[in-house]
């Protein structure tokens, strides 16, 4: 058991590594701290879709940001599109699953906002569907994915895309650049606090 336990943190290990070194996602990386401080400080706000895990990791964000992240400091409108189950139900059951974050993107958002959206697959049709629909009336779009992104990059301002095709270490990686760019927005933004 040991041996696997250990084989687990190697890939781990080895992935941020990889991510680390990449110079795409440095560059990716850079940008969307620009992208989201530069949207909170033009008054909008920052949307983010995902579905099963990709979800709790929206709300994970939306969390970080509206919350806290380190500093105690004024609340920044982040939100997790699924959130409310009323919502998702009705959009899917009255026009389809793949509707449901279009659908919300359409009520809650304007242009210049940013949406951040999570596919490990990269071909998660409601996301694919929303990204579309969020370049078309003008939104800021960050896409995070695994290995197979090429549905999403049409559609992506920013990309970041993980290379792997193992769902857990993509998402651990999601967590990992997203906690960094928490940080460095806060501190851009109230580090004079």
């Known amino acids: 058991m040991d041996s696997i336990n250990k084989l687990i943190f190697e890939n781990h290990i080895s992935l941020i590594d990889a991510i680390s070194r990449d110079d795409k996602i440095m560059d990716a990386l850079n940008q969307s701290v620009d992208m989201i401080v530069s949207c909170f400080q033009n008054g909008q706000k920052v949307l983010i879709a995902g ?4 979800a709790a990791d929206a709300e994970h964000i939306a969390a970080e940001l509206s919350g806290k992240f380190k500093l105690n400091r004024k609340a920044l409108y982040a939100e997790a599109l699924h959130v409310n189950s009323a919502a998702l139900t009705a959009i899917s059951n009255d026009y389809s699953f793949e509707k449901v974050f279009t659908r919300m993107i359409e009520a ?4 210049e906002d940013v949406i951040i959206f999570f596919s490990t697959s990269g071909k998660s049709a409601n996301i694919i569907d929303a990204m579309k629909y969020a370049t078309s009336i003008n939104c ?4 995070f994915s695994g290995e197979d992104n090429s549905q999403m990059l049409p559609y992506s301002h920013l990309n ?6 193992e769902t857990a270490r993509i998402q651990e990686c999601y967590m990992l650049i997203c906690h960094i760019i928490c940080e460095r ?3 851009t933004l109230f580090s004079n606090q």
């Open 51 to 54: 579905n099963g895990g990709s």
């Open 108 to 111: 809650k958002a304007q242009k």
């Open 140 to 143: 800021n779009t960050i896409s």
């Open 160 to 165: 970041f895309c993980i290379p792997s095709s």
């Open 185 to 187: 927005v806060e501190k």
